[in-house]
């Protein structure tokens, strides 16, 4: 297992330049839905909107801390499900909770609040908690990340594409209600296509390594979704905010964590491999879940 923090995924500057046009892409796509109101309607429901941040920000992180305590994985995938969990909400989750009957708004709500917050919370957490963890405090040391930089990163693939989003939809709301549906489909299209062309071209390096990182992923992904439901359930949420909660908090935006390794870690196999995985897997779990919940009573 000592290789893995050692494998490096091959991934050119044309392709990390790519990756983050489809990861802003997506982020417009998600945009066409966000009104100014969206981020007002925090104000109007906070207990939910405050749990559902809380639990993305500060509860995953630090259940994702005591994960690695728990197994003391390689440094490498230790920093990928810390980075992982750093992350805002995957794209994916607005779609998802709809479909699971959760509460819609909510969930446009916090992805609004939440690629905002991002610029300071994913940063923080990547170097708060790796740092706590003495191997991967020294992974941390030896690429000298800087904050500054890594929230220009996540500014530039969240905050600019969802500013455009909502400017085209205040401007040309017909031009964006027609594009909406589309762009929905598209975004999931478009992701899995990344993960899948990132997953080919290192097809030997995720398979060598599978039987490594698959448990940590499921247990992880796993775990982050009984995280939001366990808060919504504990505050005494409605049972629509509890299943948002929970696709929130187990839906998470690993594109951006790849983006973020290939720019800052140089694609380090390990981490690489936990969020390529995680890519592949939250969809699957997400739907499941979603399924689940909606038939549910």
């Given at each position: 297992m000592n290789e893995l923090d050692k494998?490096?995924?091959?991934?050119?500057?044309?392709?990390?330049?790519?990756?983050?046009?489809?990861?802003?892409?997506?982020?417009?796509g998600v945009a066409l839905q966000l009104t100014p109101r969206d981020f007002?309607?925090?104000?109007?429901?906070?207990?939910?909107?405050?749990?559902?941040?809380?639990?993305?920000?500060?509860?995953?992180?630090?259940?994702?801390?005591?994960?690695?305590l728990i197994f003391q994985p390689q440094p490498s995938m230790a920093m990928g499900m810390i980075l992982v969990a750093a992350c805002p909400g995957g794209n994916i989750s607005n779609f998802l909770t709809s479909f699971a009957r959760g509460n819609a708004a909510l969930s446009v709500s916090m992805t609004a609040v939440a690629s905002l917050l991002a610029v300071l919370m994913?940063?923080?957490?990547?170097?708060?908690?790796?740092?706590?963890?003495?191997?991967?405090?020294?992974?941390?040391?030896?690429?000298?990340?800087?904050?500054?930089?890594?929230?220009?990163?996540?500014?530039?693939?969240?905050?600019?594409?969802?500013?455009?989003?909502?400017?085209?939809?205040?401007?040309?709301?017909?031009?964006?209600?027609?594009?909406?549906?589309?762009?929905?489909y598209a975004s999931i299209l478009i992701f899995g296509a990344f993960v899948a062309i990132a997953f080919c071209v290192?097809?030997?390096?995720?398979?060598?390594?599978?039987?490594?990182?698959?448990?940590?992923?499921?247990?992880?992904?796993?775990?982050?979704?009984?995280?939001?439901?366990?808060?919504?359930?504990?505050?005494?949420?409605?049972?629509?905010?509890?299943?948002?909660?929970?696709?929130?908090?187990?839906?998470?935006?690993?594109?951006?964590?790849?983006?973020?390794?290939f720019a800052f870690f140089n694609g380090l196999g390990g981490m690489a491999i936990v969020a390529g995985w995680w890519g592949i897997w939250h969809i699957l779990s997400g739907l499941s879940v979603a399924y689940y919940f909606r038939k549910k009573q």
């Amino acid at each position: 297992m000592n290789e893995l923090d050692k494998v490096v995924l091959h991934f050119d500057q044309g392709g990390i330049f790519l990756m983050n046009i489809c990861l802003g892409f997506v982020m417009f796509g998600v945009a066409l839905q966000l009104t100014p109101r969206d981020f007002y309607l925090v104000f109007l429901q906070p207990k939910a909107a405050f749990l559902g941040l809380f639990s993305q920000f500060i509860a995953l992180p630090f259940v994702t801390f005591l994960l690695v305590l728990i197994f003391q994985p390689q440094p490498s995938m230790a920093m990928g499900m810390i980075l992982v969990a750093a992350c805002p909400g995957g794209n994916i989750s607005n779609f998802l909770t709809s479909f699971a009957r959760g509460n819609a708004a909510l969930s446009v709500s916090m992805t609004a609040v939440a690629s905002l917050l991002a610029v300071l919370m994913t940063p923080l957490n990547i170097t708060l908690w790796g740092s706590l963890y003495p191997p991967t405090s020294d992974l941390l040391t030896s690429v000298h990340i800087s904050f500054v930089e890594m929230a220009e990163i996540v500014a530039l693939i969240l905050i600019a594409p969802m500013t455009l989003g909502m400017l085209l939809r205040h401007y040309q709301p017909e031009l964006a209600a027609s594009m909406q549906s589309y762009m929905q489909y598209a975004s999931i299209l478009i992701f899995g296509a990344f993960v899948a062309i990132a997953f080919c071209v290192n097809f030997d390096l995720f398979i060598a390594h599978v039987h490594v990182v698959l448990l940590i992923v499921l247990v992880h992904n796993g775990a982050a979704i009984l995280t939001g439901l366990g808060i919504g359930k504990l505050f005494y949420l409605s049972f629509a905010d509890q299943k948002t909660l929970a696709i929130e908090t187990g839906i998470q935006n690993s594109g951006l964590g790849l983006g973020l390794i290939f720019a800052f870690f140089n694609g380090l196999g390990g981490m690489a491999i936990v969020a390529g995985w995680w890519g592949i897997w939250h969809i699957l779990s997400g739907l499941s879940v979603a399924y689940y919940f909606r038939k549910k009573q």
